[in-house]
């Protein structure tokens, strides 16, 4: 079946920078767009970008660019999100979601379980 | 950018009783290829959001017919014919035409 995994909880200080992996199983990593999409505490849904598992080519939120990164490991079914310059606005849920579609069309079919980044001095 | 207005932030229903949550988009979402997309995701308490619709009015699968989603252009709004316990959450649409971006979420609630 399949299953998005995502690494623990991190706490960071600001200016620092954060990476957090999202392990893929149960389907060819290659085949399906990944998102990531972010929620601050108590607040709404925020996209920031997606990464093609295949060629590597990327497609960020004009907010974040120049401070994400998306990369992925084809060979341990991987994608990765890091975010850089913390500040304290950047604590929150980063979750990972696969794209159902052929294009990045947002059908999230499958999420992983979220990854709390805490940012605090 | 695309902004995402949702109205209402919260809708208190009874059980078995309709809702409707209804979404605007500040430019028109269809895409140069013909379609629209505008997609729905429900998020319950302390879970990753799920996707209930997309492209309008698809259902995704395994989401109850009581779900529908209706519109075009710029307009659309989601239903859920008769609320049951397990539809409390918030309700977030999404356009994924020009890139992605989400709504503000309508919270459903039981009066």
């Known amino acids: 079946q399949v299953q998005l995994v995502q690494s623990g909880a991190e706490v960071k200080k600001p200016g620092a920078s954060v990476k957090v992996s999202c392990k893929a199983s149960g389907y060819t990593f290659t085949g399906y767009y990944m998102h990531w999409v972010r929620q601050a505490p108590g607040q709404g849904l925020e996209w920031m970008g997606w990464?093609?598992?295949?060629?590597?080519?990327?497609n960020y939120a004009q907010k974040f660019q120049g401070r994400v990164t998306m990369t992925r490991d084809t060979s341990i079914s991987t994608a990765y999100m890091e975010l850089s310059r913390l500040r304290s606005d950047d604590t929150a849920v980063y979750y990972c979601a696969r794209d159902a579609g052929h294009q990045p069309r947002g059908n999230f079919d499958y999420w992983g379980q979220g990854t709390l980044v805490t940012v605090s001095s | 950018d695309i902004v995402m207005t949702q109205t209402p932030l919260s809708s208190p229903v009874t059980l078995g009783q309709p809702a409707s949550i209804s979404c605007r988009s500040s430019q028109s979402l269809v895409h140069s290829d013909g379609n629209t997309y505008l997609s729905w995701l429900q998020q319950r308490p302390g879970q990753p959001p799920r996707l209930l619709i997309y492209?309008?009015?698809n259902r995704f699968s395994g989401v109850p017919d009581r779900f529908s989603g209706s519109g075009a252009g710029t307009d659309f709004t989601l239903k859920i014919s008769r609320v049951e316990a397990e539809d409390v959450g918030v309700y977030y649409c999404?356009?994924?035409?020009?890139?992605?971006?989400f709504g503000g979420g309508t919270k459903v609630e039981i009066k």
């Open positions: 492209k309008i009015s």
């Open positions: 990464i093609n598992p295949n060629s590597g080519g990327t």
């Open positions: 999404m356009q994924a035409t020009h890139l992605l971006t």
